[in-house]
């Protein structure tokens, strides 16, 4: 027997995990946290067979969805998130919207505009043009850009302690715990152990606590690589600004941005010489919820 209530759903797809929400009209809530093992944001059909089966899988037995909204790891245009969107739709005959995971963070915040800023393993922000569409920058990934992002910081650490090297200085204790880290002998190994990796921004962002450490210790070289961090993040919200978003709110999200009060003392520090008349949030609700309300504007 189909269930009389119908569901809005909405679902969080990051980089390793995967969180769905969805909401009754009678209050009844479903939330499922797994892996994201599957997702192919690349190739259409296979996004939306995964997510369409995360919801039959998700959802109480014989209940059906009433709308699906999606924000996507690694869905980067306007043109990949509508395709994966009509492709859902065959499969669950719904209205459905899927974005890139960043446009979650200001929906979550309760927000109508703003800024989505996610500094993470790598970073990204986004926002809305005067006429709607999605505006993003960032997210070039660990070898060409993620400023502020672990694997970013990793990047530029190393960078700073070669340059140290160089110039004939002793092995500080950035240098000592970068070598440490990645198992090498000394500072010129380093090149070797960055390039070896098979998965950059993996590989490189788990090392990235060393440059806080570092930092603590009283590395300098540790604490301009955290604030050149801090200032590149806030570079992405003045890209923004530039292009007409409305900046005043910024979310901000990320296990590395949150986690470490320095890397968001500098960011903050940064924005306000920027934009002084911007506003730094931290987000306090799983993103998810910004699918979720981005399902209940479908409805």
Do not use: N
Request: aromatic letters at 4%; proline letters at 6%.
């Amino acid at each position: 027997m189909q269930d009389s209530t119908p569901y809005a759903v909405g679902i969080d797809v990051g980089g390793t995990k995967t969180q769905l929400r969805a909401l009754a009209g009678d209050g009844t809530v479903v939330d499922r946290v797994g892996s994201s093992a599957g997702w192919r944001p690349h190739d259409a059909p296979a996004a939306a067979d995964w997510l369409a089966a995360l919801v039959r899988d998700a959802l109480p037995a014989h209940a059906r969805p009433a709308a699906v909204a999606v924000g996507g790891h690694a869905c980067e245009t306007p043109r990949q998130c509508a395709g994966i969107r009509d492709a859902l739709q065959e499969r669950l005959p719904v209205p459905a919207l899927v974005v890139g995971d960043a446009e979650l963070l200001v929906p979550a915040a309760g927000l109508d505009r703003g800024v989505g800023l996610v500094a993470g393993t790598g970073s990204v922000a986004v926002g809305r043009s005067p006429d709607g569409d999605p505006v993003q920058v960032g997210g070039w990934g660990a070898v060409l850009g993620d400023e502020g992002g672990a694997a970013g910081l990793v990047r530029e650490a190393a960078r700073a302690v070669w340059a140290a090297h160089d110039r004939g200085e002793e092995p500080d204790a950035l240098a000592a715990g970068l070598v440490a880290a990645f198992g090498v002998a000394e500072v010129p190994a380093l090149g070797a152990a960055l390039e070896s990796a098979t998965d950059v921004s993996a590989e490189w962002g788990r090392h990235c606590p060393v440059v806080f450490a570092a930092a603590e210790a009283g590395s300098p070289l540790a604490r301009a690589v955290i604030a050149d961090g801090g200032r590149a993040l806030a570079a992405l919200v003045v890209r923004l600004a530039a292009r007409g978003v409305a900046v005043d709110d910024v979310v901000v999200a990320g296990g590395t941005v949150l986690a470490q009060p320095a890397l968001f003392e500098a960011f903050t520090s940064a924005l306000a010489e920027s934009l002084p008349s911007a506003r730094a949030r931290r987000l306090r609700v799983p993103p998810v919820q910004g699918a979720l309300a981005l399902a209940r504007s479908l409805l």
